[in-house]
């Protein structure tokens, strides 16, 4: 199992960012996969997830309503759009699926 995230960058407060995850060895339908992140200094944390047949997402208190969680299967790719971003979304954002399997992460940075 291989999973690739993509879209980290610098973004001012207030803006938008789109994740991706690309996943291989797997395929996305097969089991629940979800977000967590992971800030200097703090315990990596949940974002959000979404099960195995997308009928279930769930969101962190912080990301309800600003974030979405989304998948396409054709592409077997996870999604997180992340929107009126603050400085402390600020964090290094990783895909998980499965049991224990884990992207390398993507930086996100929040500038006030």
């Known amino acids: 199992v291989q999973l690739v995230e993509s879209g980290g960058g610098l973004v001012k407060a207030g803006g938008s960012l789109r994740l991706s995850c690309l996943a291989s060895?797997?395929?996305?339908?097969?089991?629940?996969m979800a977000w967590f992140r992971q800030a200097p200094g703090k315990e990596r944390e949940f974002v959000a997830g979404?099960?195995?047949?997308?009928?279930?997402?769930t969101f962190a208190g912080f990301a309800k309503g600003r974030f979405t969680i989304s998948r396409d299967i054709a592409k077997n790719t996870m999604y997180l759009q992340m929107n009126n971003l603050r400085p402390d979304d600020t964090a290094v954002y990783y895909c998980?699926?499965?049991?224990?399997?884990w992207g390398q992460g993507t930086q996100v940075t929040v500038s006030s």
């Open positions: 998980h699926a499965g049991d224990d399997d």
């Open positions: 060895g797997f395929i996305i339908t097969s089991d629940s």
């Open positions: 979404i099960n195995s047949n997308g009928a279930m997402k």
